[in-house]
């Protein structure tokens, strides 16, 4: 008797089209999920680093990072340390014009930024459309280069963090390798 009641309400939830939680296009909802997906792979995919140009020079073991108050992303410096940090250089953060005299190399920075939706979002959210990294000694001449873009046709990591965008920037800086 138990079965039947079981059975009972199990054809009635398949049936009755308002209570049923199994879609009558199963395979336009797996197509829908299949898509939603993977646009949020794609918009959370790997950066990589551009237009690298590395000149040799001495290791670094400590640079200055000059703040960027027209770059309206507040993650960018933090990121660049923590990706400084992973290549085992230490930073600080100085003002434009700010760093000590005994600084002997110095990062600077610019970004553009964005407004969009992120997959499954509410609300518009910015994000680093390109940013560019260089290092300078303190003369001035520049050392090295290297660069982060969006790619045009599927924008890889639009939504990636500000740190995953610039890792592989950070990297290209400190040794010439983009990957």
């Known amino acids: 008797m138990k079965s039947i009641k079981i059975l009972a309400l199990a054809a009635a939830a398949v ?7 199994i879609s009558p296009a199963p395979v336009i909802e797996l197509a829908k999920a299949t898509g939603a997906v993977a646009v949020s792979a794609i ?3 790997p950066s990589s680093a551009r237009n690298t140009v ?3 020079h001495a290791a670094l073991d400590a640079v200055c990072v000059e703040y960027n108050p027209l770059t309206p992303d507040p993650d960018i410096a933090p990121a660049l340390q923590a990706e400084l940090r992973n290549h085992e250089i230490d930073s600080r953060i100085y003002e434009e014009g700010g760093a000590p005299s005994s600084c002997k190399f110095r990062v600077t920075y610019t970004a553009d930024i964005e407004w969009d939706t992120p997959p499954f ?10 940013a560019t990294l260089t290092l300078r000694d303190e003369n001035g001449t520049v050392l090295s280069s290297s660069a982060y873009a969006l ?3 599927f924008q890889m990591g639009k939504w990636s963090t500000s740190r995953s965008k610039l890792a592989p920037v950070v990297t290209a800086l400190v040794t010439g390798f983009d990957h």
């Open 15 to 21: 049936v009755l089209p308002g209570c049923s939680i």
């Open 43 to 45: 918009s959370h995919g």
């Open 54 to 56: 590395y000149h040799e």
């Open 121 to 130: 979002g509410t609300g518009y959210k910015s994000y680093i459309r390109d």
């Open 151 to 153: 790619d045009g046709a």
